[in-house]
């Protein structure tokens, strides 16, 4: 790992958390709460990651099989944030989520940020270098259309999503997949009847997408689309199955991917209006390309699908989760394997520390895991566990 020497102005040492998604705005928040000063770093000009950018309304991870909380702390709280704004606890098969309006979640979210003084939230912004002196982090360079400026650190968190900010500092602390779990599009309808989507005319829907792409008139990946009841009874959300390419960081590939989407989601909206109760379906709002794996980072500890599957716990549990392992495969499409019911396993703290360096975390979907833990871990009450887990220990790795 390199190391380099650095000028660093400022107010004093400060937690860096770059990426306000699930984990980076619980971590912001813990970290604040635990006294420290923070820097809140997003490259996109608003909060809510994920969630708020691609579409999400059924936040999963929060719940175990029989509809009790799972976490307490910032994710409880959270919680019963948003069922105070309108959300609402569902079943869906054999797992339970929170639903809710992603702009909801949104406002809930930058409100609560708001009320943190402590917290100075950057947008529009990235961390473009590490400065690192031995075993810890020293610096960041942030840099916005305001500029660059130089923090000192006191420690720092990735919480990107993909692990970007720990691959600045040594891209091979961060593991990519060849084949990448598949994406998603996520795009939400108004004007729908009612009953469109009542049982059982729901599975009556997704099946004649199927039968669609099937025999030729849908491309072939709406067989695995998905179409779920909304918030309000005219709501709609139509989730597209998306293979992603290895190289999908290039802007040329990305946008050939962002193109097809919505070429697919056009020529779905025109089948969907031809089913009852949708022929007056208007478009409400679409996501934008939802990566469900962008690269992990190696920890301390990686968690496992075998860590899963025996239900796992830790000394230095930072969460718990009873997710199912839910894996996109780009060619078959989602598998479930489901947790024993009533049953959960724990993320170890050590998979939320970057390996090799003092001060460093990771925490959200870009944890330390295999690609199989990745995919139960990374649903949004986990990222929101996590973050709280990251942020108060960063406070105390500069005490
Ligand atoms: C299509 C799709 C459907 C899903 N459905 C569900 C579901 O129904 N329920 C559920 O619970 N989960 C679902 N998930 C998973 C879940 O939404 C994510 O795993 C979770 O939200 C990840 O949270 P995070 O905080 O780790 O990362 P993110 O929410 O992705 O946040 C990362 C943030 O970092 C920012 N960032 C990235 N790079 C930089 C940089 N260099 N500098 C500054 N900022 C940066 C990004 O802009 C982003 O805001 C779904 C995911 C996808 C893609």
Redesign the pocket.
Known sequence: MASTSHSVSGEGPAVVV?????????TAIAAARAGGRVCL????PS????????L???????YDSSGEALNDGIAFELLERLLAAGAWRRRMGRVW?LQVDPQVYQHVAQHWLASLPNIDIQLG???TRVHQYGARVRGVEIHSHEGTRQIDVRSLVD????G??VA?LEPSLVDHDDTAAA????FRLRNVAPDAMAFPRGIGVVRSLRDAAASGSLPRDCAKAWVDVGLTPDEVYV?LF?PLPPSRDRTDTLARVVRRCENDQSQVLAHLRTLPGFRDATPHGE?G????D?GRVRGEYQLTRDDVKALRKFDDVAARCA?PIEY?DREHGVVLDYLDPGEYYEIPRRSLRVAGVDNLWA?????SADRYAQASA??????WA??EAAGSHAVADGN
């Open positions: 770059c990426g306000a998604g699930a984990a980076g705005i619980s770093v997003e490259s996109n909060i809510g990651g994920t969630v708020a950018g691609a999400i309304h059924t936040l999963a991870g929060f989520v912004a990235r961390v919480t990107t999503g993909g970007r900010v600045l994406g998603g599009w996520v989730k998306v996501g390309l939802g990566v469900r962008d997710w996109w925490a959200g979907k870009c944890l990374r649903v949004v009450g986990a990222c996590m973050g």
